[in-house]
Every structure is written in C-alpha cells, then in structure tokens.
C-alpha cells in the first residue's frame, strides 16, 4: 500500500511541468480541462498550494466568453496532433475551441472543505469564484440559447469519451477531411486500444468546421454536424453548478446566482425525459434526429452523481451496474458488455475509467447504494494493485490499456482507494 501511495504521488511529480500536470508523458503534453480538475483532487494529497495553482493554471486559457477550453496549450510539442496551427485559436496561451465536461466547481469544492491551510483556500476560492461563474454562466448561454434545460457538445473530445458507441452514427453523418494529416497518439499507444482513422478524419473536420464558422456560437448552434445533449456533461455541469452555488456562500464575496439556480431547476425538470425504462439508464440525445441515441454507456449512469434520478431509478441503475459488474468485473465498462460495439480495449468503447467509478461511486452512495458503491471501490482498489497507473483498464480483464504513468489515475487512487 504504502508503495502504491509513493508511486502515485510521483506519478504527479514527474507529470507536473511547472504549474500544470501533463496527464501523461508523450501522449498528451498539455493541459486538459476535466483532467486538470481530477489531478488537483491528487495534489491536494502531496501540496495543497500546487492543488490551487492546477486551477490557476488551467484558468489562464479562459476565454473572454467565460469558455474553458478542453486544451491549454501551455508551450510547444510535436508529440500531439491536433496543435494549436490546427485549432488556429488567437490567445496567450492558445488553447483549442471546445471544452470538457465541467467537473472544476465540485472539485474546487472538495478541495476547499478537506484542505488543512484555511486562509489558503479562502483566499484562492474568493479568486476563482468570478471565474468559474463566467464558465457555467457560458454553458448556459452559449451551448443553450433556447433554454431546454440541457446543453449541447459539438465533439466527441467535448464528452471526454471520445469514440464512445454512443456517437457512432452522429459521427458518421459529420464528412472526413479531405486533407493529408499525421497523428500522433499512435507513437505512443497500440492502436487497437486507440480511436479509428475514419473517426479521426470525423474529427479533425469538426476543428476545421470550427475555425471557419469564426468561433461563432449561433452559427455553430445551427450548422453543427455533430450535435448532441450528452448526458454525462450534463450531469457533470448540474452538478458543477450544484456545487457553485454552494461555494458562492463561503465565498467572502457573494454573487448573484438567481440565473445558475434557475439553470439548475430547468435541468432537473428535464432530465426525466432521458430515462429508459427498459435500459434502466439515461440516454444521449441526437439532435439532429431528435431523439434519444439507444446504446448503454456508462455515461448514462451519471444521473446519480448530479443527484437527477428519482429514488425508483436510482434503484434501478444500481441493480444494473451490478449486472455490468458481473461481465466485466475490473471496474464499470465504460460501454455496456452486453452492447455489439463492445470492445474491452478500445479506450470508451469498453475500457474502465478511475475517475467514472468514482463519480458514480458517489452517486450510488447519495441515493444510499453503499453495497455497489462498495462493489465498485473495490473492483477499482484492485485494478491498480494487479495492474498500476494506467489510462483506462479492460473491464474483464484489469489489463492497464493506453497512456502509463496517468495523472488522474494516480489522483483518484490517492483522494479514493489508498
Ligand atoms: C485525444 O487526443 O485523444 C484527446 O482525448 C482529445 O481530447
């Protein structure tokens, strides 16, 4: 144990580059937003100021509109494909022109309760709080100009699960690039475990589409390819702004929060309407069709963490994570075993990720669930005994697949399971 603990917190150490944390050597040598929030969680394990100065760093990149992009890049490096030439994003740092699901406001908040130096973490939360406001205060404006209660994502990087089954036919309606590129992840990862050339050619022209619709969120709004109401970043962001809205009463100044809460309330109202019945999960939402997108992600589950499901459906999900576990014993498949798209290695479209367990794990314990929420803290303590740090793990097997030495593996481990 005491060796894991050590191992993580260097894990963190070497990954840092000086105010930030890359999430791991070669594969990704920059900042990512939702990465940075779970890798503060770790810091505050090892130096609490560096846990703040994650944020501080990660808030350089902001946006004039309040976006907090998915990447900052920092300085230069030739390991990752697409740089900021092909984001083409003025800025000092440039950053790219998406952003992730929002989960800095509830880890500000853990960090701000569990941290021992007080007067540190007052005056670093009085300083963020601006901040972060202008950040959900841009979801909901920008991504929901006609006010449903649910945001839209243009990217499958913007979910974080990036060639996640549930984007699949979304995706195939977006054109591939009708230009030569060279990427990069696959210097460093075997490709079975990585997104295919057809996906990516989906994405990068996504970048390119960014670009020449300037950036523009009504344009974009209207003309997007790909567009979808993801349900884990709206989960995420319910409870980000959850948490905000209690921050904002520790905070030394108070904002007005009428807006954010009345955000909140919408999106309760209309969470409900992605529940199905017969999956006992939430769905993702096509927007171009419409409709409900029926493939069982992990993703769906995410309800529980921002505290959106009724007691019944709470239920319900906990029986079937448990049902998932049996398939796959070595955390919750971030895709349903049972679905044909299933592939244990193949980064969203099997594999199980740290940082999920725990966010559901959370979930599972709101709604009183602590067998599962057991299950699952213990199926994700005994992965990175059999197998270490890695990016993500396959499901069945506990086999670490992707990028090593990984920043929020190691962050979770140490806020969770040691
Ligand atoms: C990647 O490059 O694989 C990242 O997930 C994009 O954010």
Redesign the pocket.
């Known amino acids: 144990l005491d060796n894991l603990v050590a191992q993580a917190k260097d894990i963190l150490r070497t990954n840092d580059l000086g105010g930030y944390t890359v999430p791991t050597k070669g594969?990704?040598p920059f900042q990512?937003n939702w990465d940075a929030g779970v890798t503060a969680l770790g810091w505050l394990y090892v130096d609490e100021l560096r846990a703040w100065t994650e944020f501080e760093k990660l808030f350089e990149g902001q946006w004039e509109n309040g976006m907090v992009p998915?990447?900052v890049f920092h300085q230069e490096s030739d390991d990752?494909f697409p740089g900021p030439d092909q984001w083409k994003v003025e800025g000092n740092p440039p950053t790219?022109s998406i952003s992730?699901p929002p989960l800095l406001a509830t880890m500000v908040r853990i960090i701000y309760e569990q941290s021992k130096d007080k007067e540190l973490a007052q005056a670093k939360l009085d300083a963020l709080m601006p901040k972060l406001i202008r950040y959900h205060e841009w979801w909901y404006r920008e991504r929901d100009p006609e006010t449903t209660g649910l945001v839209s994502s243009y990217h499958p990087?913007e979910s974080?699960m990036?060639n996640s089954p549930a984007w699949d036919d979304v995706l195939h309606r977006v054109p591939q690039v009708n230009r030569p590129y060279q990427r990069r992840?696959l210097n460093h990862v075997d490709s079975k475990q990585?997104?295919l050339k057809e996906q990516y050619d989906r994405y990068i022209y996504l970048v390119d589409f960014f670009r020449e619709n300037d950036f523009d969120y009504q344009k974009i709004y209207q003309n997007c390819p790909f567009h979808t109401q993801d349900i884990s970043l709206n989960a995420v962001l319910q409870r980000g702004t959850i948490d905000l809205i209690h921050l904002n009463t520790l905070a030394s100044v108070a904002a007005d929060m009428t807006s954010l809460e009345a955000s909140v309330a919408k999106a309760e109202e209309v969470f409900p309407s992605l529940w199905d019945a017969e999956r006992h999960l939430f769905l993702n939402r096509d927007q171009a069709l419409e409709k409900a997108i029926p493939v069982s992600t992990s993703g769906g589950f995410m309800p529980l963490y921002s505290y959106s499901a009724t007691p019944e459906q709470a239920a319900l999900m906990a029986a079937e994570i448990k049902e998932w576990l049996v398939l796959g014993p070595s955390g919750l498949a971030s895709t349903s075993p049972l679905e044909s798209t299933f592939d244990a290695k193949r980064?969203w479209r099997g594999p199980s990720w740290l940082h999920i367990n725990w966010m559901i794990v959370d979930g599972l314990k709101h709604y009183g669930h602590e067998d599962v929420a057991e299950q699952l803290r213990q199926a994700s303590r005994a992965i990175i005994e059999q197998s270490g740090y890695f990016e993500y793990f396959d499901p069945i097997t506990g086999e670490g697949c992707g990028g090593k030495d990984f920043s929020w593996t190691a962050a979770i481990a140490l806020h969770w399971l040691l």
């Open positions: 594969l990704y990512w998915h990447i990752y790219t992730q990087w974080g990036d992840d990585r997104p980064y």
